[in-house]
């Protein structure tokens, strides 16, 4: 047991996010909380979250950030003396690990200078993920995007000469406009920049977006050929040496996101700005998606949380299967029935039946995961998983409450 004067241990893992809602301008698919014409709040909002560090601190002091992740909006358009300031905060409350993995996301046209990426990186930045999204420019100017394609190659070089080894490039199909051609000519443009990671995004037009009122008439393309442009994706890139580690994500041995894959391996992140979410301490919680209300709450000490749930380990066990079957890894049944004391013989029968359609494999004795044409229909597949799940849950109650009822 240990004595009360001994010093606690700081190696738990966790993941900092911190949410920069600033942009030049709002694409039109775009649904992310994100805010254009609001430069006049940068510095209060700067000042807000180095607070809001400090006072989450505490909470994260049995914790070792092993990541940080600067996500938007455009980060980078926050400009560099700013972003010091943030990452100045972090090192100070917090115990960050000297191999923290630091990732900005930045547009290309707020990133063509590579003297202010090279401050970014010796204030800590290790990592860009820079948001490309396609390689040609109608289709750039078609959903809003602020940038062309030679921008983005401009931008690729200031990378290079400020000597980040670590760039992630975003792609999207599925663009109005867009054909299989257009596609393979982006997925070769952007691998010729010799990227360490690349996120490949199938459109999602969100309900509330410019591009939703315009999905009707905005010549898009269907689901076969969005299918096809996937599976192509997955194939090329492996020919290039990219290896699928998530449904949309693909890096070179060694360079995944160690950020996103604590979301899809439940291990704990706290996030900090409006519309950001945590879960800490077996507590998933978020802030209001209002920038105004975020600053004013940080700064008063008044409340600024959407939503707040306590979630026990044992009753993670959907999220487990949810998330581990997005992964090339996918799920194991020794952790799983270790985790949540749950039979994972429902689960087995159901995926052997996608096994023999050709969208599930069985690794090795007791591990699955999906195939690149599960991955096009995870939603179902994960759906028949949890429902087979749902099934032996309530046989086991059902037992439970009969046994009871019998010793009454």
Known sequence: ????????????????????????????????????????????????????????????????????????????????????????????????????????????????????????????????????????????????????????????????????????????????GQTMESWR????????????????????????????????????????????????????????????YEISNFARTGFESKHNLKYWTLAEYAGIGPGAHSDLGGVRYAYVRDLDAYIRGVETGGNILSESEEIPERDRDLEYLMLGLRTAHGIDKHIFEYRFRLPFAPIDKALEHFQEAGYALKIRDGRWRLTPEGFMVSNQIIGQVLEELGKEKVRREQAAADHDYRVF
């Open 185 to 244: 000519q982006t997925v070769e443009r952007a691998a010729a920049l010799e990227p360490e990671h690349l996120s490949c995004y199938g459109l999602k037009i969100e309900e509330g977006t410019p591009l939703w009122d315009r999905r009707n008439d905005s010549n898009l393309p269907d689901d076969d050929t969005q299918a096809d442009m996937y599976l192509w994706t997955v194939g090329r890139l492996e020919e290039l040496g990219y290896d699928q």
């Open 1 to 176: 047991m240990k004595r009360k004067d001994q010093p606690v241990k700081k190696d738990r893992p966790l993941g900092l996010y911190i949410h920069i809602p600033f942009c030049k301008s709002k694409c039109a698919y775009c649904d992310f909380y994100s805010l254009a014409g609001a430069e006049d709040k940068m510095d209060r909002y700067t000042k807000a979250l180095c607070r809001h560090l400090e006072e989450l601190a505490p909470r994260a002091a049995a914790h070792r950030v092993d990541t940080v992740y600067f996500g938007g909006g455009t980060p980078s358009y926050l400009g560099v003396k700013r972003m010091k300031e943030l990452l100045k905060a972090v090192r100070k409350h917090y115990n960050v690990s000297p191999e923290a993995e630091i990732t900005l996301e930045a547009n290309p046209d707020s990133l063509g200078d590579w003297r202010a990426v090279r401050a970014l990186r010796r204030a800590g930045v290790n990592r860009i993920s820079l948001g490309v999204q396609s390689a040609d420019d109608t289709e750039l100017a078609t959903v809003g995007r602020p940038h062309t394609f030679a921008q983005a190659e401009e931008a690729v070089a200031a990378i290079r000469k400020a000597k980040i080894k670590n760039l992630s490039l975003d792609l999207i199909y599925g663009l109005p």
